[in-house]
């Protein structure tokens, strides 16, 4: 983005900045899926890049998500750095063998002689109206896999930012992308900007009464929630964890022994998600400064509903205002 | 005439799916040594074309000596799983042709993707047979460097790897080192796996990811007639190698017992493929003399007359039948052969039981590239817990 060092940009626009601009830093960078190229993706989000960086680089796969992960193992071992485009999260299951069994082994089976840096972008979660199969949110799948890391971005600046920084990671990470937030918020992008560190969770709203932990989707969420209880005079804390493979803890144990409470929420099911992990550390670490329980605000324990009725299934601003009130009342 | 009411009969149309059993050279099968020990022509393929009497002696010689040294590692290695010293062996007795005629097809610059059972192509890649065992004997999980040989660690997810060997051909693709023309240069691949990973989704999306995109790699089939205790015919309606047409490029059937005619037929696949000419299938037709594993019985599922028929065909007696026969090799020749094999097989006993186990802290290394936070903080909590008892190790 030589031309512009300032803009007000989608996250679907960030990520395609951030594309280009990993492209055009290493040769040895190329995307991989299905109506990435000349289509520009489902979601636009590789669009223009195969007319500049040609087939080569931008490759349109057969519909096959097995094949385009487990042939993308292959780039990666010859010494290339694959960015595979997975349609819809719901989609990413053919290729979960490929994906648990070889990509997070690679370097663990090869004593660290053939590590595969590569990256798996998800476009995760619901509210757009899809059919089944089109909204779900498979992170815990490959945040309880030893040997990938998994982050989440939530915003456009980060979007930018992250998927640049996954590119160069030396480990496999699964990218995952709130495609709800694509086209929905602009956000003024600098590119001159130092970014955090990729594995990092961010305190993304200072506040006082209790902890909000979300990432992906539900930071726009959490952020109105606290918006909300401000004007009843409660004071949330909201952190974006962006990583969720391996957990940045220390903003958030910082937090909750200010706070004494913590809320978590996320869209995929309450049981063994993210949540369960977070409220299993942060009892562990907190114990003696927590005024209540953490609590969780997820999707119900159910096959991702049909979308006229997932409204109630998605945590909202009201489930998550109703859980730190539950928090509070403790 | 057709089958269950509809459709062709699918021998009419592809011929029988078993000919090849039974002849020495049904027409679909590309035969240059008879079970015999007789050198046969075959109007495609051809071995030895150019060469010495003397340079094709020394080549046959050294096919016999692979095969040789390539039984001794599996039989040693099959004894050292029945005393306790490895916990498994995937046995390839019986398969050495098809393994040796395709390991040394292979130049420096190619690269391949085995299965478990490739014993024979390790061997002809530089592998020490000894880091083949460390896998079984539960070691390591593969003790070999996969760049310093060109040849990948062992893939236990039947097919996967056909994948990663279709993504790595594309790369060579990418890297301009196919169809330049110059020898030392263009390179291939090859992705080894057998008749039961056919049926896996796997290796048919690999195989349209190969013709798509006419990636240099030979699909090497392995049909040694038996997954576990399945036969072919539960993965299979028409002979394997004729599948490779519905997806666009050429399938070979080779007599995988044969060691001059996988090293004929392979050679020119992966010629094609350095050529810039696009992926085989070779379908080397073969058997599995053994068990799947040392941990199965194919007595409970398959007949002994079979393995005895299978008897007559053995490699590495034709071989060593022609080389006689023809006096291309002395018994000096055979005698040394088998001295090598005796101190390769006390070198891989003794090294076997002297592989000492990893360090229980070594199961923390190389989860990751970079290590993260809460491996080391994992990794520091169980040390410190093995500090706590008395006499801990270091």
Redesign the interface.
């Known amino acids: 983005m030589s031309e512009n060092t300032k803009q007000k940009v989608t996250l679907a626009k960030a990520l395609n900045m951030g594309l280009r601009r990993a492209m055009e830093d290493d040769p040895k960078v ?1 995307l991989m899926g299905e109506d990435v190229g000349k289509l520009g993706g489902v979601f636009r989000i590789t669009d223009g890049l195969q007319k500049d960086f040609g087939e ?1 680089r931008v490759i349109d ?2 519909l ?1 998500e ?2 385009i ?12 750095k ?1 960015v595979v485009e997975i349609q819809f999260d719901g989609f990413v299951y ?1 290729a979960y ?2 994906i648990v ?2 990509v997070a082994k690679m ?9 595969l ?1 590569m990256v798996i972008r998800i476009p995760f979660g619901g509210g757009i109206g899809a059919v089944e199969h089109h909204s779900e949110s498979p992170e815990a799948q490959f945040a309880h896999t ?2 990938l ?1 998994v982050v989440a971005c939530s915003n456009p600046i980060d979007g930018y930012w992250m998927i640049q920084q996954a590119i160069a ?3 496999p990470v699964i990218f995952l992308e709130p495609k709800r937030q694509y086209h929905a918020d602009k956000a003024e992008l600098d590119d001159s900007a130092t970014p955090d560190p990729l ?1 990092t969770s961010r305190v993304v709203r200072r506040g006082a009464d209790c902890t909000v932990l979300a990432y992906g989707p539900t930071v726009k969420t959490a952020l109105k929630a606290a918006e909300a209880a401000a004007g009843e005079g409660k004071s949330l804390e909201v952190i974006d964890l962006r990583t969720l493979s ?3 803890m220390t903003p958030v144990l910082e937090s909750v022994r200010r706070t004494g409470r913590a809320v978590v929420t996320h869209e995929a099911h309450v049981n063994l998600g993210l949540g369960a992990e977070l409220s299993a550390r942060i009892t562990e670490e907190c114990f003696y400064s927590l005024e209540a329980p953490v609590l969780r605000v997820g999707g119900f324990d159910t096959p991702y509903p049909a979308s006229r009725i997932e409204e109630d299934y998605l945590p909202d601003l009201d489930r998550v205002l109703d859980a730190v009130d539950r928090s509070l009342d403790f | 005439m057709t089958q269950a009411g509809f459709g062709p009969d699918l021998a009419e149309v592809f011929g029988p799916a078993h000919q090849a059993h039974e002849a020495g050279g049904a027409p679909d099968l590309v035969q240059l040594l008879t079970p015999e020990g007789e050198r046969v022509e075959h109007p495609d393929f051809s071995f030895g074309d150019g060469l010495s009497r003397d340079e094709l002696a020394e080549q046959v010689r050294g096919f016999f000596r692979d095969m040789t040294l390539t039984r001794r590692i599996d039989v040693e290695a099959t004894a050292l799983q029945r005393h306790g010293e490895l916990g498994i062996w995937a046995q390839l007795l019986g398969q050495e042709a098809a393994q040796i005629g395709a390991g040394r097809a292979l130049r420096p610059q190619d690269y391949v ?1 085995p299965t478990y059972r490739e014993h024979g192509v390790a061997y002809c890649r530089g592998v020490d047979p000894l880091l083949l065992l460390g896998l079984f004997r539960g070691v ?4 070999w ?3 310093a040989n060109n040849f ?2 062992y ?1 236990i ?1 039947i097919g ?1 790897q ?14 301009g080192v196919v169809g330049t023309g110059d020898p030392d240069r263009d390179a291939a691949v090859v992705a080894h796996f057998g008749d039961g990973a056919s049926s896996q ?2 290796v048919n ?2 195989f ?2 190969a013709a ?1 995109y006419n990636a240099p790699v030979v699909f090497f089939c392995q049909n040694n007639q038996w997954a576990i205790s399945e036969p072919i015919e539960r993965q299979t309606r028409i002979p394997l190698y004729q599948r490779a047409l519905g997806f666009g490029f050429p399938g070979i059937r080779v007599d995988g017992n044969d060691v001059l005619a996988t090293y004929a037929v392979t050679q020119a696949a992966l010629q094609r493929a350095r050529d810039g000419q696009g992926p085989t299938f070779v379908e080397a037709y073969t058997y599995r003399m053994g068990a799947h594993t040392t941990t199965d019985d194919p007595t409970r599922y398959r007949l002994s007359d079979d393995v005895e028929r299978w008897k007559l065909k053995d490699p590495i007696a034709r071989v060593e039948v022609y080389l006689k026969r023809n006096g291309l090799a002395d018994q000096a020749f055979f005698d040394s052969v088998a001295a090598e094999a005796d101190d390769l097989g006390h070198r891989l006993r003794e090294g076997c039981k002297a592989m000492a186990d990893p360090q229980p802290m070594s199961m923390f ?6 290590e ?4 080391r903080v994992q990794r520091e909590g169980f040390a410190s817990y093995l500090e706590s008892f008395e006499g801990a190790r270091a």
């Open positions: 190329l080569d796969s057969p096959a097995s094949g992960v487990g042939t993308a193992i292959g780039m990666a071992l010859r010494g290339y694959p053919p063998d490929q069994c070889q370097c663990y089976r090869s004593q660290g002689k053939t590590p840096p030893p040997g890391k990671a030396p480990d594995f391996p957990l940045d | 993707f390591d999980q593969g003790g460097d996969p760049r990948g660690l893939t997810v996967a056909t994948l990663h060997a279709t993504g790595y051909a594309m790369g060579m693709q990418r890297d989704g796997d999306e690999a349209i990811f798509s290394d190389h989860v990751f590239a970079e993260t936070e809460e491996l």
